[in-house]
Structures are given as structure tokens and as C-alpha cells.
């Protein structure tokens, strides 16, 4: 059955949804691909029982990236790589097997070993691949991972900003407030913070506003941390959250909610701590850990095309719609009188320099 890909690789761990397309045309026809109705993200098993995979990269044998939970055992310091995702753009290469290799390149290969074991898992490649990657990423880092996706082969995966695809899952359950205008998403994973502002349009589009990153508040910290501390951290990404929300200029009555995502996000004590900062909904959808990934396979479904309206043609006469009897007949006016035809002309070669 056909299916869109969405992957999400972090920094210390990659996570993967499929969205599959279900057939619901007439007389057993197979619709087009922008005419199918998409049926709902839903995690794969990346490990053996597990849905996500470490962020960690060995070289095989033959010369390709295969992930170190892929079952070739975890390898030897300095003969796999992790926490390459934050090195893309560096002049540096990562360490890999005495060899230095560009971040995005192992990004790529990353991706690339995903798609691989999806094909292995539903029999097929994907229709799309989409890419969740750091919101706060610009032009230059997101152009090296093009190029770098293209040099492995994979073609042009489309490339999902993380707020962007949490935004499409909630926006896919139907668990946004109908008020309100700006979404604060709150993404607390194991290596950092990122708090991002996103814009909703009436026609259910979405842009982003703004975003930060803070490694200072992270999900291994949190975990690792005595009551105490663990709250006094989860109080410093809140406030850094209210102090981005401020620097917008945003109104309190214009923020409809706030989103939860990350592995890290799920302590109670940080939606009390939102929701008492903010006065809004806290919400979550599923495994926090998979809400990027089942959004990045939901933004690339295909617009479905839809017939335009026809007016409906009143059955009996109206003001706008009145009665047309017969045509009238119209007279000819007089016949133009036509300029009598000019006479002909000789034109004769002008004569230079006296030749």
C-alpha cells in the first residue's frame, strides 16, 4: 500500500511515521494520488520492539552508514558517530572510522538507513520522504542537507521545520482550540529546549514566528535531576518561553494553547507550570516522542482537488434571474460610404553617391 515517510532525527535518537493512502474511489478504480483520502500517521518500529533508534552511525564493512541499533553490535569508540545533527554547517567533519565525514552527510546517511529498513518493513518505498529538522535552521544549513540527501541517492525530501510538523499533528487530530491565533509549541527533548511561536491562518495554513534553543534546559537533565532541581529547571524553560512570547509582542488574548513534544515533556509538573504562566490549554497528542515524525508525514500529503461550486440556476423567473422573451429586431443602419481606392504608387531605388 503506498505510503509517505516522515523522519525525525535528533540528536540523540531518530523516530519514524508512515501515513498510507486508503483507496476510496468509485467502481474499483485506483485515484489519483492527489485524490485518495491519507489515513492517519502511525509510528514504526525502527529497533527490534522499540519505535526510536539511537542517533548513531557505524561504517560497514562494504563503506555504507548503517545505525549502530541496526544489530552490527555498538562498535568501539571512534568507530561510530552520534550527535552529528548539531555539527551541520560546521568547517569540521565528524570523526567516523579514521575518517572525517561532513555532519549533513551523516545526516543524509541517517535518512537514508531509515528509508532502507521502511522499505525492508512495508515491501515497498515510500511515495515521499519528509525530514523534521531544527526550526531554528536557515537557508545555509538547509541547502547542505539538500545537497547532501541528493548525493545519497534519496532525490528531494521535502524538509519539515519540527514546530511546522507538530503543528500538522495536532492540526490532524482535530485537537487545536477553534480560538485564538498563535500556537506556542514547547519541544523539551534529551539534549535541549525549543520553544517556538507559530501563526495560524483561517485557511488552516501555518507560519512561524519565532523560535529559540536553549541547551541549558534539557530532557536528560530534567530526568536526571531531585524534585527540586527538576522543577527549578522545567521553571527556567517556562520562563524562557514567557520571555519569547513577550520579545513578540503578542497579546495573552491572541495565544490559543500551548503544545507539548519531545521526550522530555511529559512531567506534570511542567503543565501545571505552563498552564499557570499562560492562562491556556497544555496539550499533548500520543507518544511525545513520535508527535514530530507523524507530523512530518502528514505535511506532505497531496492537496486534495476539489470541484469548484456551481451556481445553482433557480427554477422560476427572479429578479436576477428574469425571463428573457424574444429578441427584438434590429434595423441596419445606413451603409458606410467606403474612400475610393488609392492609386497606385511607384517607388523607384534612391540613387546614393551618384551610382
Known amino acids: 500500500m503506498p505510503y ?19 483507496n476510496r474511489s468509485p467502481h474499483g478504480r485506483a485515484p489519483e494520488a492527489a485524490d485518495a483520502h491519507w489515513g492517519p ?46 555539527r551541520v554547517g560546521d568547517d569540521v567533519g565528524v570523526r567516523l572510522a579514521s575518517r572525517g565525514f561532513p555532519a549533513q552527510t551523516l545526516v543524509a546517511g541517517m535518512v537514508g ?34 545537497t547532501a540527501l541528493a548525493e ?27 480560538t485564538g491565533t498563535v500556537l506556542l509549541v514547547f519541544r523539551l527533548g534529551a539534549t535541549g529546549l525549543e520553544v517556538s511561536l507559530v501563526a495560524l491562518h483561517p485557511s488552516g495554513q501555518h507560519e512561524l514566528v519565532s523560535t529559540v534553543e536553549c541547551p541549558d534546559v534539557s530532557g536528560s537533565d530534567v530526568d536526571d535531576a531531585a524534585d527540586a532541581d527538576r522543577r527549578a529547571l522545567l521553571q527556567a524553560g517556562v520562563d524562557l518561553a514567557v520571555r519569547t512570547v ?30 499557570a504562566a499562560f492562562g491556556v490549554p497544555v496539550l499533548q497528542h500520543g507518544d511525545r516522542r513520535l508527535t514530530v515524525a ?8 497531496p492537496r486534495i482537488r476539489r470541484p469548484a461550486a456551481v451556481p445553482a440556476v433557480p427554477d422560476f423567473p427572479t429578479s436576477e434571474a428574469p425571463v428573457i422573451g424574444p429578441a ?8 458606410a460610404v467606403l474612400p475610393p481606392p488609392r492609386p497606385p504608387v511607384r517607388v523607384s531605388a534612391a540613387s546614393v553617391g551618384g551610382r
Open 4 to 22: 509517505l515517510l516522515g523522519i525525525d532525527i535528533g540528536e540523540s535518537s531518530v523516530a519514524a511515521a508512515v501515513c498510507r493512502r486508503v
Open 41 to 86: 500517521a502511525q509510528p514504526v518500529n525502527l529497533g527490534a520492539t522499540d519505535p526510536a533508534v539511537a542517533a548513531t552511525l557505524l561504517l560497514a564493512p562494504g563503506g555504507g552508514l548503517v545505525a549502530a541499533d541496526s544489530g552490527t553490535g555498538p562498535g568501539r569508540p571512534g568507530e561510530y558517530a552520534a550527535g552529528f545533527l548539531s
Open 113 to 146: 538507513w531509515v528509508a532502507g529498513r521502511l522499505w525492508q518493513l512495508q515491501g515497498q518505498a515510500p511515495e515521499q520522504i519528509a525530514v523534521a529538522h531544527p526550526t531554528g535552521w536557515g537557508p545555509y544549513r538547509l541547502g547542505l542537507l539538500r
Open 152 to 178: 545519497a541517492g534519496l532525490g528531494e525530501p521535502a524538509l519539515v521545520s519540527r514546530a511546522g510538523a507538530v503543528v500538522t499533528a495536532f492540526q490532524a487530530a482535530d485537537r487545536l482550540p477553534p
Open 246 to 275: 513577550t520579545a513578540c509582542g503578542i497579546p495573552a488574548t491572541d495565544l490559543s494553547a500551548v503544545l507539548l513534544a519531545g521526550d522530555a515533556a511529559g512531567h506534570t509538573v511542567l503543565s501545571d507550570l505552563l498552564a
Open 294 to 301: 507523524c507530523g512530518a508525514a502528514l505535511s506532505v500529503r
Open 328 to 335: 427584438e429586431t434590429v434595423s441596419p443602419g445606413p451603409q
